[in-house]
């Protein structure tokens, strides 16, 4: 957990990168035969000066706004499950009701804040430091051999030259380079 100083810091920093950021939520089915732990999911647009690329983001359903881990009864956990699932699945906020089950309220699931973001993408930017899938494989535990895993590494090479270019202003350069590193190392107790 970074001190306050280091959260300063890093929030002055983001602030002088000059991004823009939105996040548009993704409406997805996630029915509980299939779907074991529903998420919400995000599509990120990050843009800085006239450069702009996208990014997939999601958060578990503990990030549903007034999520409680622990209800009265099972019939109280069973309708809050219902609501976060209906929420995940829609973006809208959905509350447990004593009677009514769950029932729709008239707000949104709030953005996820810009930093948790940047840090993700910060994250998966250390694809760069493998020279090749077998390498970053065996780093993050997936099987050498998976097609599913290359497709994943091959994702994070082509996110992280995304990212480069929107830290570059449209240049994958030295002074993108510099930016993702001071983010690094800015993240490193995040």
Avoid at 98 to 105: M, Q, R, Y
Avoid at 128 to 137: F, G, P
Wanted: with cysteine.
């Amino acid at each position: 957990m970074p001190t306050h100083t280091e959260q300063t810091e890093l929030q002055t920093y983001v602030n002088g990168l000059g991004l823009q950021y939105t996040a548009t939520f993704q409406p997805r089915p996630q029915p509980r035969e299939t779907v074991e732990h529903p998420q919400l999911h995000w599509l990120i647009t990050l843009t800085n000066g006239k450069q702009s690329a996208q990014f997939p983001y999601s958060q578990g359903v503990g990030h549903v706004k007034g999520y409680q881990q622990f209800h009265k009864s099972s019939y109280d956990k069973r309708c809050a499950e219902d609501a976060y699932r209906k929420t995940c699945e829609t973006g809208k906020l959905y509350r447990a009701s004593d009677t009514l089950g769950f029932w729709p309220t008239n707000h949104t699931q709030p953005a996820p804040d810009l930093l948790d973001v940047l840090y993700c993408l910060v994250s998966d930017a250390n694809v760069r430091h493998s020279a090749t899938y077998e390498e970053w494989a065996s780093e993050y535990g997936y099987d050498e051999d998976s097609r599913k895993g290359e497709e994943t590494y091959r994702a994070c090479q082509k996110q992280t030259t995304d990212f480069l270019r929107v830290l570059g202003g449209g240049t994958v350069g030295r002074a993108a380079l510099d930016r993702l590193e001071r983010l690094e190392e800015l993240f490193r107790d995040y």
